[in-house]
Nanobody, 126 residues
Framework: QVQLVESGGGSVQAGGSLRLSCAAS????????VAWFRQVPGTEREGVAA???????YYDDSVKGRFTISRDSAKNTIYLQMNTLKPEDAAIYYC????????????????????WGQGTQVTVSS
């Protein structure tokens, strides 16, 4: 059974940093496309970053140079290091996977994934 559990959310001031974790079970992150999404209530869930089985990484333009996605295969965990946070980064962050080894061009679309975590809240104050 595939399970994804996010943690690491919290409240920070603008310019601060947070590291989110996505602990996976039921599949191996080193052979899968795993992505981070975020959602502000009342808006659509949007793709933030993804990493595939070859450790290729993908980022939305809004977070390039500030966020870094990585993995620890021994812990079967995906991380999202978020630096220089802005108030507009505040959202609920979710991780997702489709267990395919490669992320496709549609990695940023929610429809590309069939397994989701429960989310972790990130608040950024100005």
């Amino acid at each position: 059974q595939v399970q994804l559990v996010e943690s690491g959310g919290g409240s920070v001031q603008a310019g601060g940093s947070l590291r989110l974790s996505c602990a996976a079970s039921g599949f191996t992150v080193y052979s899968s496309c795993v992505a981070w999404f975020r959602q502000v209530p009342g808006t659509e869930r949007e793709g933030v970053a993804a990493i595939n089985g070859r450790q290729n990484t993908y980022y939305d333009d809004s977070v390039k140079g500030r966020f870094t996605i990585s993995r620890d295969s021994a812990k079967n965990t995906i991380y999202l290091q978020m630096n220089t946070l802005k108030p507009e980064d505040a959202a609920i962050y979710y991780c997702a996977t489709n267990r395919a080894i490669f992320c496709t061009r549609e990695w940023i679309q929610t429809s590309a994934y069939d397994n989701w975590g429960q989310g972790t809240q990130v608040t950024v104050s100005s």
